[in-house]
Protein backbone atom coordinates (compact mmCIF):
# COMPACT_ATOMS: atom_id res chain seq x y z
CA UNK A 1 0.00 0.00 0.00
CA UNK A 2 2.85 2.42 0.77
CA UNK A 3 4.47 1.72 -2.85
CA UNK A 4 0.94 2.25 -4.32
CA UNK A 5 0.52 5.38 -2.36
CA UNK A 6 4.21 6.82 -3.66
CA UNK A 7 3.40 5.79 -7.56
CA UNK A 8 -0.24 7.79 -7.19
CA UNK A 9 1.43 11.00 -5.62
CA UNK A 10 4.23 11.16 -8.02
CA UNK A 11 1.64 10.76 -11.35
CA UNK A 12 1.11 14.77 -10.84
CA UNK A 13 2.01 16.61 -14.13
CA UNK A 14 4.65 19.10 -14.82
CA UNK A 15 3.29 20.87 -17.59
CA UNK A 16 6.44 22.69 -17.59
CA UNK A 17 8.90 19.94 -18.41
CA UNK A 18 6.16 18.71 -20.65
CA UNK A 19 5.92 22.04 -22.36
CA UNK A 20 9.86 21.80 -22.45
CA UNK A 21 10.36 18.62 -23.91
CA UNK A 22 7.49 19.09 -26.89
CA UNK A 23 9.91 22.29 -27.99
CA UNK A 24 12.89 20.08 -28.15
CA UNK A 25 11.06 17.71 -30.56
CA UNK A 26 9.86 20.76 -32.33
CA UNK A 27 13.44 22.29 -32.76
CA UNK A 28 14.73 18.69 -33.98
CA UNK A 29 12.11 18.47 -36.79
CA UNK A 30 13.15 22.04 -38.16
CA UNK A 31 16.76 21.17 -38.07
CA UNK A 32 16.26 18.32 -39.84
CA UNK A 33 17.66 16.17 -36.80
CA UNK A 34 14.40 14.19 -36.27
CA UNK A 35 15.66 11.17 -37.55
CA UNK A 36 19.28 9.34 -36.79
CA UNK A 37 21.07 6.34 -38.20
CA UNK A 38 23.79 4.69 -37.26
CA UNK A 39 25.83 1.38 -36.39
CA UNK A 40 28.01 -1.35 -38.36
CA UNK A 41 27.85 -4.46 -39.68
CA UNK A 42 30.65 -6.72 -40.05
CA UNK A 43 31.16 -9.96 -42.60
CA UNK A 44 33.75 -12.61 -41.85
CA UNK A 45 34.84 -15.39 -44.31
CA UNK A 46 37.64 -18.12 -42.53
CA UNK A 47 38.95 -20.91 -44.74
CA UNK A 48 40.61 -23.38 -43.21
CA UNK A 49 43.13 -26.14 -45.13
CA UNK A 50 44.90 -29.10 -43.26
CA UNK A 51 46.82 -32.07 -44.53
CA UNK A 52 45.58 -33.91 -41.92
CA UNK A 53 42.34 -35.68 -41.96
CA UNK A 54 41.61 -35.71 -38.58
CA UNK A 55 41.38 -31.42 -37.73
CA UNK A 56 37.99 -31.71 -37.17
CA UNK A 57 37.21 -28.16 -38.31
CA UNK A 58 34.88 -26.84 -41.14
CA UNK A 59 36.72 -25.81 -44.64
CA UNK A 60 34.67 -22.62 -44.78
CA UNK A 61 33.10 -20.54 -42.13
CA UNK A 62 31.47 -17.31 -42.83
CA UNK A 63 29.93 -15.27 -39.63
CA UNK A 64 28.01 -11.84 -40.36
CA UNK A 65 27.38 -9.52 -37.76
CA UNK A 66 25.22 -6.27 -37.14
CA UNK A 67 23.80 -3.44 -35.75
CA UNK A 68 21.56 -0.72 -36.62
CA UNK A 69 20.46 1.80 -34.16
CA UNK A 70 17.38 3.75 -35.61
CA UNK A 71 16.33 7.07 -33.86
CA UNK A 72 13.41 9.65 -34.44
CA UNK A 73 13.10 12.36 -32.02
CA UNK A 74 12.63 10.46 -28.43
CA UNK A 75 12.54 6.73 -30.12
CA UNK A 76 15.34 4.81 -30.57
CA UNK A 77 15.38 1.10 -32.42
CA UNK A 78 18.47 -0.76 -31.71
CA UNK A 79 18.58 -3.71 -34.06
CA UNK A 80 21.43 -6.66 -34.45
CA UNK A 81 22.20 -10.00 -35.68
CA UNK A 82 24.37 -12.72 -36.24
CA UNK A 83 24.53 -15.14 -38.83
CA UNK A 84 26.90 -17.73 -39.36
CA UNK A 85 26.86 -21.34 -41.12
CA UNK A 86 28.96 -22.79 -38.17
CA UNK A 87 26.73 -25.72 -37.10
CA UNK A 88 24.84 -26.64 -40.06
CA UNK A 89 27.38 -29.48 -40.92
CA UNK A 90 27.13 -31.62 -37.33
CA UNK A 91 25.07 -34.16 -38.51
CA UNK A 92 23.38 -33.80 -35.39
CA UNK A 93 20.83 -31.05 -33.90
CA UNK A 94 21.32 -28.85 -31.01
CA UNK A 95 18.60 -27.35 -28.73
CA UNK A 96 19.68 -23.74 -29.63
CA UNK A 97 20.60 -21.83 -32.85
CA UNK A 98 23.81 -19.85 -34.14
CA UNK A 99 21.76 -17.61 -35.79
CA UNK A 100 19.93 -14.47 -33.70
CA UNK A 101 18.39 -11.38 -34.44
CA UNK A 102 16.99 -8.73 -31.44
CA UNK A 103 15.17 -5.93 -31.07
CA UNK A 104 15.89 -3.37 -28.48
CA UNK A 105 13.49 -0.16 -28.82
CA UNK A 106 13.67 2.78 -26.53
CA UNK A 107 11.44 5.70 -25.31
CA UNK A 108 13.15 7.32 -22.89
CA UNK A 109 12.49 5.08 -19.99
CA UNK A 110 11.40 2.41 -21.36
CA UNK A 111 13.30 -0.20 -22.89
CA UNK A 112 12.25 -3.23 -25.34
CA UNK A 113 13.83 -6.13 -25.95
CA UNK A 114 12.40 -8.36 -29.25
CA UNK A 115 13.94 -11.99 -30.87
CA UNK A 116 16.56 -13.13 -29.37
CA UNK A 117 17.83 -11.76 -26.53
CA UNK A 118 18.89 -12.49 -23.05
CA UNK A 119 18.05 -10.40 -19.70
CA UNK A 120 19.93 -10.78 -16.24
CA UNK A 121 17.73 -11.04 -13.05
CA UNK A 122 20.08 -12.38 -10.59
CA UNK A 123 22.44 -15.50 -9.86
CA UNK A 124 19.82 -17.47 -8.70
CA UNK A 125 16.84 -16.61 -10.75
CA UNK A 126 17.58 -15.30 -14.54
CA UNK A 127 20.96 -15.45 -15.35
CA UNK A 128 21.87 -14.46 -18.84
CA UNK A 129 19.94 -17.36 -20.71
CA UNK A 130 19.32 -16.32 -24.22
CA UNK A 131 15.51 -16.84 -25.32
CA UNK A 132 13.74 -15.89 -28.44
CA UNK A 133 10.34 -13.73 -27.03
CA UNK A 134 10.66 -10.55 -25.54
CA UNK A 135 11.18 -8.34 -22.52
CA UNK A 136 10.81 -4.98 -21.05
CA UNK A 137 12.82 -2.66 -18.45
CA UNK A 138 10.63 0.30 -17.14
CA UNK A 139 12.45 3.32 -15.17
CA UNK A 140 10.79 5.98 -14.72
CA UNK A 141 12.30 8.93 -13.92
CA UNK A 142 10.64 10.21 -10.83
CA UNK A 143 10.43 7.12 -9.53
CA UNK A 144 13.21 5.37 -7.27
CA UNK A 145 10.66 1.83 -9.11
CA UNK A 146 12.43 -0.22 -12.25
CA UNK A 147 10.58 -2.98 -13.54
CA UNK A 148 11.46 -6.11 -15.70
CA UNK A 149 9.95 -8.49 -17.58
CA UNK A 150 10.29 -11.61 -19.76
CA UNK A 151 8.70 -14.08 -22.05
CA UNK A 152 9.81 -16.64 -24.47
CA UNK A 153 10.88 -19.93 -25.49
CA UNK A 154 14.40 -20.99 -23.98
CA UNK A 155 15.07 -24.53 -25.35
CA UNK A 156 13.78 -25.77 -29.04
CA UNK A 157 12.44 -28.90 -29.71
CA UNK A 158 14.87 -31.65 -30.57
CA UNK A 159 13.91 -35.31 -30.72
CA UNK A 160 16.52 -37.99 -29.72
CA UNK A 161 17.80 -39.43 -33.19
CA UNK A 162 20.52 -42.32 -33.25
CA UNK A 163 23.66 -39.91 -33.34
CA UNK A 164 24.94 -39.97 -29.85
CA UNK A 165 25.82 -36.22 -30.00
CA UNK A 166 22.80 -34.81 -30.39
CA UNK A 167 20.96 -33.13 -27.21
CA UNK A 168 17.23 -34.01 -26.80
CA UNK A 169 15.12 -31.33 -25.69
CA UNK A 170 11.74 -30.35 -24.90
CA UNK A 171 10.16 -27.10 -25.62
CA UNK A 172 11.08 -24.88 -22.95
CA UNK A 173 9.04 -21.91 -21.68
CA UNK A 174 9.88 -19.17 -19.43
CA UNK A 175 8.61 -15.64 -17.90
CA UNK A 176 9.97 -13.83 -15.18
CA UNK A 177 9.24 -10.50 -13.60
CA UNK A 178 11.72 -8.44 -11.23
CA UNK A 179 10.75 -4.92 -9.06
CA UNK A 180 13.15 -3.03 -7.51
CA UNK A 181 12.38 0.12 -5.64
CA UNK A 182 15.51 1.92 -5.20
CA UNK A 183 15.27 4.52 -3.02
CA UNK A 184 18.39 6.66 -1.44
CA UNK A 185 19.25 4.99 1.78
CA UNK A 186 17.38 1.77 0.89
CA UNK A 187 16.10 -0.40 -1.97
CA UNK A 188 13.73 -3.64 -1.91
CA UNK A 189 13.18 -6.10 -3.99
CA UNK A 190 11.76 -9.28 -5.25
CA UNK A 191 11.76 -11.74 -8.92
CA UNK A 192 9.58 -14.11 -9.55
CA UNK A 193 10.54 -16.41 -12.39
CA UNK A 194 9.08 -19.35 -14.16
CA UNK A 195 9.96 -22.44 -16.75
CA UNK A 196 7.98 -24.94 -17.91
CA UNK A 197 8.80 -27.75 -20.70
CA UNK A 198 5.96 -29.17 -23.16
CA UNK A 199 5.22 -32.71 -22.66
CA UNK A 200 4.32 -33.08 -25.82
CA UNK A 201 6.66 -31.57 -28.09
CA UNK A 202 8.94 -34.23 -28.67
CA UNK A 203 7.98 -38.25 -29.99
CA UNK A 204 9.01 -39.91 -26.83
CA UNK A 205 10.85 -39.09 -23.75
CA UNK A 206 14.65 -39.49 -24.03
CA UNK A 207 15.17 -41.21 -20.82
CA UNK A 208 18.15 -42.88 -21.77
CA UNK A 209 20.05 -39.29 -21.81
CA UNK A 210 18.30 -38.56 -18.37
CA UNK A 211 16.28 -36.03 -20.13
CA UNK A 212 12.95 -35.36 -18.64
CA UNK A 213 9.98 -32.74 -18.79
CA UNK A 214 10.80 -30.59 -16.10
CA UNK A 215 9.31 -27.50 -14.45
CA UNK A 216 10.64 -24.43 -12.19
CA UNK A 217 9.35 -21.43 -10.01
CA UNK A 218 12.03 -19.50 -8.68
CA UNK A 219 11.22 -16.74 -6.15
CA UNK A 220 13.34 -14.05 -4.55
CA UNK A 221 13.78 -11.37 -2.32
CA UNK A 222 16.31 -8.82 -1.80
CA UNK A 223 17.36 -5.47 0.30
CA UNK A 224 19.92 -3.36 0.89
CA UNK A 225 20.43 -0.50 3.37
CA UNK A 226 22.39 2.75 3.88
CA UNK A 227 23.13 2.85 7.88
CA UNK A 228 25.39 5.83 7.73
CA UNK A 229 27.81 6.98 5.08
CA UNK A 230 30.26 4.60 5.73
CA UNK A 231 28.12 1.25 6.60
CA UNK A 232 26.17 -0.43 4.09
CA UNK A 233 23.91 -3.93 5.10
CA UNK A 234 22.80 -6.33 2.12
CA UNK A 235 20.70 -9.42 1.78
CA UNK A 236 19.11 -11.87 -0.64
CA UNK A 237 17.15 -15.20 -0.16
CA UNK A 238 15.93 -17.34 -3.15
CA UNK A 239 13.91 -20.36 -3.04
CA UNK A 240 13.78 -22.85 -6.40
CA UNK A 241 10.77 -25.36 -6.40
CA UNK A 242 11.85 -27.72 -9.14
CA UNK A 243 10.08 -30.86 -10.54
CA UNK A 244 13.11 -33.11 -12.15
CA UNK A 245 9.72 -34.93 -14.01
CA UNK A 246 6.12 -33.75 -15.26
CA UNK A 247 4.60 -37.18 -15.25
CA UNK A 248 5.07 -38.20 -11.22
CA UNK A 249 1.73 -37.58 -9.38
CA UNK A 250 1.15 -35.29 -6.97
CA UNK A 251 2.70 -34.77 -3.57
CA UNK A 252 0.87 -35.56 -0.11
CA UNK A 253 3.24 -33.20 2.02
CA UNK A 254 4.57 -29.55 0.76
CA UNK A 255 8.51 -29.30 1.20
CA UNK A 256 9.41 -26.11 2.58
CA UNK A 257 10.92 -23.44 1.47
CA UNK A 258 8.68 -20.36 -0.19
CA UNK A 259 8.50 -21.27 -3.66
CA UNK A 260 6.47 -24.42 -2.69
CA UNK A 261 3.51 -22.28 -1.18
CA UNK A 262 3.01 -21.05 -4.73
CA UNK A 263 3.88 -24.07 -6.85
CA UNK A 264 2.71 -27.50 -7.95
CA UNK A 265 4.30 -29.83 -6.19
CA UNK A 266 4.96 -33.34 -6.99
CA UNK A 267 6.64 -36.32 -6.31
CA UNK A 268 9.80 -35.24 -7.84
CA UNK A 269 9.79 -31.89 -6.86
CA UNK A 270 12.37 -30.38 -4.81
CA UNK A 271 12.45 -27.33 -3.16
CA UNK A 272 16.19 -25.52 -2.26
CA UNK A 273 17.26 -22.74 -0.75
CA UNK A 274 20.21 -19.96 -1.32
CA UNK A 275 21.34 -17.22 0.59
CA UNK A 276 23.69 -14.60 0.72
CA UNK A 277 24.23 -10.99 2.82
CA UNK A 278 26.92 -8.88 4.20
CA UNK A 279 27.94 -5.81 5.43
CA UNK A 280 30.35 -3.18 3.26
CA UNK A 281 32.08 -0.26 5.02
CA UNK A 282 33.65 2.94 3.86
CA UNK A 283 36.66 5.15 4.59
CA UNK A 284 38.68 7.78 2.99
CA UNK A 285 41.06 5.62 1.14
CA UNK A 286 39.79 2.07 1.99
CA UNK A 287 37.07 -0.05 1.13
CA UNK A 288 36.33 -3.75 3.09
CA UNK A 289 33.68 -6.05 2.40
CA UNK A 290 32.34 -8.88 4.79
CA UNK A 291 29.71 -11.83 2.88
CA UNK A 292 28.57 -15.12 3.76
CA UNK A 293 26.75 -16.88 0.92
CA UNK A 294 24.91 -20.68 1.25
CA UNK A 295 23.54 -22.40 -1.24
CA UNK A 296 21.75 -25.82 -0.39
CA UNK A 297 22.43 -28.87 -2.32
CA UNK A 298 20.54 -29.64 -5.38
CA UNK A 299 19.79 -25.81 -5.81
CA UNK A 300 19.62 -25.16 -9.73
CA UNK A 301 16.66 -23.10 -12.37
CA UNK A 302 16.11 -22.99 -15.37
CA UNK A 303 16.86 -19.98 -15.89
CA UNK A 304 20.91 -20.65 -15.65
CA UNK A 305 22.93 -22.95 -18.59
CA UNK A 306 25.25 -24.05 -15.46
CA UNK A 307 24.99 -23.53 -11.64
CA UNK A 308 27.35 -23.90 -8.56
CA UNK A 309 25.68 -25.71 -5.82
CA UNK A 310 26.27 -27.13 -2.09
CA UNK A 311 28.79 -24.90 -0.86
CA UNK A 312 28.95 -22.43 1.94
CA UNK A 313 30.73 -19.00 1.80
CA UNK A 314 32.38 -16.34 3.85
CA UNK A 315 34.56 -14.11 2.22
CA UNK A 316 36.39 -10.54 3.17
CA UNK A 317 37.19 -8.11 0.74
CA UNK A 318 39.47 -4.85 1.23
CA UNK A 319 40.87 -2.58 -1.01
CA UNK A 320 43.24 0.45 -0.17
CA UNK A 321 45.08 3.15 -2.09
CA UNK A 322 48.48 4.78 -1.09
CA UNK A 323 50.55 7.68 -2.07
CA UNK A 324 47.99 9.85 -3.57
CA UNK A 325 46.06 6.65 -5.43
CA UNK A 326 49.41 5.57 -7.33
CA UNK A 327 49.16 2.53 -5.28
CA UNK A 328 46.37 0.07 -5.07
CA UNK A 329 46.28 -2.60 -2.76
CA UNK A 330 43.32 -5.37 -3.48
CA UNK A 331 43.07 -8.57 -0.91
CA UNK A 332 40.48 -11.33 -1.62
CA UNK A 333 40.10 -14.25 1.27
CA UNK A 334 37.36 -16.57 2.36
CA UNK A 335 37.05 -20.03 3.32
CA UNK A 336 34.13 -22.50 1.44
CA UNK A 337 32.61 -25.63 2.17
CA UNK A 338 30.67 -28.58 1.18
CA UNK A 339 28.43 -31.68 1.70
CA UNK A 340 26.50 -28.85 3.77
CA UNK A 341 23.75 -31.69 4.45
CA UNK A 342 25.95 -34.72 5.01
CA UNK A 343 24.83 -36.59 1.87
CA UNK A 344 28.26 -37.03 0.36
CA UNK A 345 31.08 -39.38 1.12
CA UNK A 346 33.50 -37.14 1.46
CA UNK A 347 33.59 -33.62 2.53
CA UNK A 348 36.04 -30.56 1.24
CA UNK A 349 36.32 -27.56 2.31
CA UNK A 350 38.81 -24.53 0.80
CA UNK A 351 41.06 -21.61 1.76
CA UNK A 352 41.24 -18.63 -0.94
CA UNK A 353 43.59 -15.73 -0.05
CA UNK A 354 44.42 -13.68 -3.05
CA UNK A 355 46.45 -10.07 -3.21
CA UNK A 356 46.71 -7.66 -6.20
CA UNK A 357 48.81 -4.90 -6.36
CA UNK A 358 49.14 -2.12 -8.98
CA UNK A 359 51.62 0.47 -8.50
CA UNK A 360 52.63 3.57 -11.14
CA UNK A 361 56.12 4.09 -9.55
CA UNK A 362 57.54 6.36 -11.95
CA UNK A 363 55.49 8.24 -14.73
CA UNK A 364 57.97 5.58 -17.01
CA UNK A 365 57.80 2.20 -14.53
CA UNK A 366 54.60 0.60 -13.87
CA UNK A 367 54.23 -2.92 -12.16
CA UNK A 368 52.00 -5.39 -11.24
CA UNK A 369 52.18 -8.22 -8.72
CA UNK A 370 49.50 -11.05 -8.14
CA UNK A 371 50.03 -14.22 -5.66
CA UNK A 372 47.24 -16.12 -4.47
CA UNK A 373 47.17 -19.57 -2.20
CA UNK A 374 44.13 -22.05 -2.71
CA UNK A 375 44.04 -24.88 -0.15
CA UNK A 376 41.41 -27.49 -0.48
CA UNK A 377 40.83 -29.75 2.45
CA UNK A 378 39.15 -33.14 1.63
CA UNK A 379 38.15 -35.28 4.70
CA UNK A 380 36.40 -39.21 3.42
CA UNK A 381 33.97 -41.03 5.36
CA UNK A 382 34.38 -44.56 6.42
CA UNK A 383 30.62 -46.24 7.82
CA UNK A 384 30.95 -48.55 11.04
CA UNK A 385 30.56 -51.59 9.17
CA UNK A 386 33.81 -50.77 7.10
CA UNK A 387 35.35 -50.27 10.51
CA UNK A 388 34.16 -52.74 12.69
CA UNK A 389 34.78 -55.55 9.81
CA UNK A 390 37.95 -54.66 8.28
CA UNK A 391 40.80 -54.23 10.08
CA UNK A 392 42.91 -53.72 7.03
CA UNK A 393 41.01 -50.98 6.04
CA UNK A 394 41.69 -49.30 9.19
CA UNK A 395 45.45 -50.04 9.00
CA UNK A 396 45.66 -48.46 5.13
CA UNK A 397 43.31 -45.78 5.29
CA UNK A 398 43.76 -43.84 8.18
CA UNK A 399 46.72 -41.65 6.35
CA UNK A 400 44.42 -41.23 3.37
CA UNK A 401 41.46 -39.78 4.65
CA UNK A 402 42.48 -36.46 5.19
CA UNK A 403 43.45 -35.00 1.59
CA UNK A 404 45.31 -31.64 1.03
CA UNK A 405 45.28 -30.11 -2.27
CA UNK A 406 47.54 -26.90 -2.41
CA UNK A 407 47.81 -24.96 -5.80
CA UNK A 408 49.47 -21.51 -5.42
CA UNK A 409 49.53 -18.92 -8.39
CA UNK A 410 51.68 -15.85 -8.53
CA UNK A 411 52.48 -13.43 -11.68
CA UNK A 412 54.69 -10.75 -12.21
CA UNK A 413 54.86 -7.73 -14.56
CA UNK A 414 56.78 -4.94 -15.33
CA UNK A 415 56.57 -2.25 -17.89
CA UNK A 416 59.31 0.64 -18.45
CA UNK A 417 58.73 3.21 -21.55
CA UNK A 418 62.36 3.56 -22.69
CA UNK A 419 61.10 6.61 -24.89
CA UNK A 420 58.45 8.91 -25.76
CA UNK A 421 58.14 11.47 -27.94
CA UNK A 422 57.81 13.04 -31.32
CA UNK A 423 60.36 10.97 -33.09
CA UNK A 424 59.39 7.40 -31.74
CA UNK A 425 58.03 5.02 -28.90
CA UNK A 426 59.48 2.34 -27.15
CA UNK A 427 58.32 0.22 -24.59
CA UNK A 428 59.68 -3.22 -22.89
CA UNK A 429 57.66 -5.49 -20.81
CA UNK A 430 58.74 -8.61 -18.90
CA UNK A 431 56.66 -10.83 -16.98
CA UNK A 432 56.72 -14.14 -14.85
CA UNK A 433 54.42 -16.57 -14.07
CA UNK A 434 54.49 -19.44 -11.32
CA UNK A 435 51.66 -21.96 -10.62
CA UNK A 436 52.45 -24.59 -8.11
CA UNK A 437 49.92 -27.61 -7.26
CA UNK A 438 50.81 -30.06 -4.84
CA UNK A 439 48.57 -33.05 -3.17
CA UNK A 440 49.58 -33.85 0.21
CA UNK A 441 48.15 -37.31 1.84
CA UNK A 442 48.66 -37.97 5.41
CA UNK A 443 50.72 -34.45 5.29
CA UNK A 444 53.17 -35.91 3.16
CA UNK A 445 53.54 -34.94 -0.72
CA UNK A 446 54.72 -38.24 -2.35
CA UNK A 447 56.58 -38.52 -5.49
CA UNK A 448 54.33 -37.53 -8.60
CA UNK A 449 51.81 -35.73 -6.82
CA UNK A 450 53.43 -32.05 -7.19
CA UNK A 451 53.58 -30.06 -10.33
CA UNK A 452 54.91 -26.50 -11.34
CA UNK A 453 54.59 -24.31 -14.18
CA UNK A 454 57.18 -21.56 -14.32
CA UNK A 455 56.63 -19.33 -17.83
CA UNK A 456 58.87 -16.43 -18.58
CA UNK A 457 58.75 -13.50 -21.49
CA UNK A 458 60.60 -10.72 -22.36
CA UNK A 459 58.82 -8.33 -25.32
CA UNK A 460 60.16 -4.65 -26.73
CA UNK A 461 58.07 -2.85 -28.99
CA UNK A 462 59.66 0.02 -30.65
CA UNK A 463 57.38 2.52 -32.78
CA UNK A 464 58.85 4.74 -35.39
CA UNK A 465 56.26 7.58 -36.24
CA UNK A 466 57.77 9.50 -38.63
CA UNK A 467 57.69 6.19 -40.85
CA UNK A 468 55.14 5.03 -39.57
CA UNK A 469 57.21 1.78 -38.72
CA UNK A 470 56.69 -0.57 -35.37
CA UNK A 471 58.90 -3.44 -34.57
CA UNK A 472 57.91 -5.84 -31.86
CA UNK A 473 60.14 -8.75 -30.75
CA UNK A 474 60.35 -11.06 -27.93
CA UNK A 475 61.43 -14.22 -26.31
CA UNK A 476 60.15 -16.75 -24.03
CA UNK A 477 60.80 -19.79 -21.76
CA UNK A 478 58.20 -21.99 -20.15
CA UNK A 479 59.78 -25.10 -17.49
CA UNK A 480 57.10 -27.64 -16.00
CA UNK A 481 57.51 -30.28 -13.84
CA UNK A 482 54.39 -32.26 -13.75
CA UNK A 483 54.20 -35.51 -11.80
CA UNK A 484 57.41 -37.46 -13.14
CA UNK A 485 58.34 -35.41 -15.85
CA UNK A 486 60.02 -32.65 -17.10
CA UNK A 487 59.68 -30.35 -19.77
CA UNK A 488 60.46 -27.14 -21.27
CA UNK A 489 59.64 -24.78 -24.23
CA UNK A 490 61.55 -21.83 -25.56
CA UNK A 491 61.01 -19.63 -28.54
CA UNK A 492 60.75 -16.09 -30.05
CA UNK A 493 59.12 -13.83 -32.50
CA UNK A 494 59.48 -11.27 -34.72
CA UNK A 495 56.73 -8.85 -36.01
CA UNK A 496 57.41 -5.88 -38.62
CA UNK A 497 54.45 -3.36 -39.21
CA UNK A 498 54.18 -0.74 -41.36
CA UNK A 499 51.02 2.15 -42.61
CA UNK A 500 50.86 4.55 -45.66
CA UNK A 501 48.65 6.51 -46.80
CA UNK A 502 48.22 8.56 -43.61
CA UNK A 503 47.50 5.72 -42.07
CA UNK A 504 44.47 4.01 -44.19
CA UNK A 505 46.86 1.06 -44.96
CA UNK A 506 48.84 -0.92 -42.71
CA UNK A 507 50.32 -4.63 -43.57
CA UNK A 508 52.44 -6.39 -40.74
CA UNK A 509 53.86 -9.77 -40.99
CA UNK A 510 55.71 -12.35 -38.36
CA UNK A 511 57.23 -15.49 -37.97
CA UNK A 512 57.22 -17.49 -34.28
CA UNK A 513 59.22 -20.30 -33.21
CA UNK A 514 59.29 -22.65 -30.63
CA UNK A 515 60.79 -25.86 -29.65
CA UNK A 516 58.86 -28.62 -26.78
CA UNK A 517 60.63 -31.06 -25.17
CA UNK A 518 59.61 -33.53 -22.84
CA UNK A 519 60.13 -37.23 -22.18
CA UNK A 520 57.64 -38.45 -24.25
CA UNK A 521 59.54 -36.31 -27.30
CA UNK A 522 60.15 -33.34 -28.78
CA UNK A 523 58.39 -30.76 -31.30
CA UNK A 524 59.12 -27.62 -33.06
CA UNK A 525 56.57 -25.49 -34.26
CA UNK A 526 56.46 -22.26 -36.49
CA UNK A 527 53.89 -19.63 -37.15
CA UNK A 528 53.83 -17.20 -40.13
CA UNK A 529 51.49 -14.89 -40.18
CA UNK A 530 50.26 -12.09 -42.16
CA UNK A 531 47.86 -9.39 -42.10
CA UNK A 532 46.49 -6.17 -43.70
CA UNK A 533 44.08 -3.48 -43.21
CA UNK A 534 42.53 -0.67 -45.88
CA UNK A 535 40.01 2.32 -44.63
CA UNK A 536 38.47 3.81 -47.48
CA UNK A 537 35.93 6.28 -48.15
CA UNK A 538 36.36 7.05 -44.02
CA UNK A 539 33.69 4.56 -42.73
CA UNK A 540 34.82 1.00 -44.95
CA UNK A 541 37.51 -1.30 -44.20
CA UNK A 542 38.80 -4.43 -45.67
CA UNK A 543 41.24 -6.81 -43.28
CA UNK A 544 42.95 -9.68 -44.13
CA UNK A 545 44.65 -12.39 -41.56
CA UNK A 546 46.38 -15.27 -42.93
CA UNK A 547 48.23 -18.21 -40.32
CA UNK A 548 50.40 -20.64 -41.86
CA UNK A 549 51.55 -23.25 -39.04
CA UNK A 550 54.09 -25.57 -39.27
CA UNK A 551 54.83 -28.63 -36.43
CA UNK A 552 56.81 -31.34 -36.81
CA UNK A 553 57.11 -33.96 -33.54
CA UNK A 554 59.08 -37.02 -32.84
CA UNK A 555 55.88 -39.05 -32.78
CA UNK A 556 55.71 -40.90 -36.60
CA UNK A 557 52.04 -39.78 -36.60
CA UNK A 558 52.34 -36.49 -36.60
CA UNK A 559 55.36 -35.65 -38.16
CA UNK A 560 54.97 -32.25 -40.41
CA UNK A 561 51.48 -30.89 -40.01
CA UNK A 562 50.41 -28.25 -41.99
CA UNK A 563 47.49 -25.74 -40.82
CA UNK A 564 46.90 -23.00 -43.08
CA UNK A 565 44.01 -20.49 -41.98
CA UNK A 566 42.75 -17.16 -44.09
CA UNK A 567 40.10 -14.75 -42.38
CA UNK A 568 39.07 -12.15 -44.76
CA UNK A 569 36.49 -9.58 -43.38
CA UNK A 570 34.70 -5.95 -44.11
CA UNK A 571 33.56 -3.29 -42.01
CA UNK A 572 31.40 -0.45 -41.80
CA UNK A 573 30.67 1.83 -39.62
CA UNK A 574 28.29 5.23 -39.63
Given at each position: ????????I???????????D???Q???????E???L?????A????????????????Y??Y?????????L?????????????????G??L????????????Y?????H????????S?????????????L????????????????????A?N????????????????????????????????G????????SL???????????QE????S????????R????F???????????????A?????D???A?????R???????A???GV?????K????????W???E????G???F?????????????Q????????A???????????G??????????????????C???L??Q??????????N?????????????T??????T????????T?????????????Q????L????N??D?????????????A????????????FW??????LN???N??????G???????????????????G????????????????S???D???LR????Y?F???????????QM???????S????????V??G??Y??
Amino acid sequence: MFIFSQIAIAQSVDLESVDEDIKQQVEKIKSGEAFSLTGGLSANNIFYHSNQPFAGRQAYTYYLQGRLNFGFLSWSMPVSYSLTNQGKNLGYELPFKFNRLSLNPRYKWIQGHIGDVAMNFSPYTLNGHLFTGGGLDLAPPKLPLKVSVMGGRLLTAVNDDVNPNTLPAFRRMGYGTRLIWDADKFSIGAIGFYAKDDLHSLDSVPESKQVLPQENLVLSVMGKVKISRQVELFAEYASSALTNDLRAGAASVNPDGLAAYFFNNRTSTQVNQAYKGGVNLFFNKMTVGLQYEWIDPEYRTLGAYYFNNDFENLTLNLTRQFFKGKVNVAFNGGYQRDNLKGQKGAETGRWVAALNVNAQCTDKLSLQVNVSDFTTYTNMKLNQFELINDASTVDNTLDTLDFKQIVRTASFNLNYALRADKQQTQNLNFSYNLNDVANKQGDVVRTGDASSVHNAALAHAIFWLYREVNLNTSVNYTYNTIGFEDAQMYGGSVNVGKQWLHGRLSVSGGVAYNHDQSISGSSDIINLRLLGAYTFWKKHSLNINAVQMYRNTSNESLKDIQDLTVTFGYNYSF
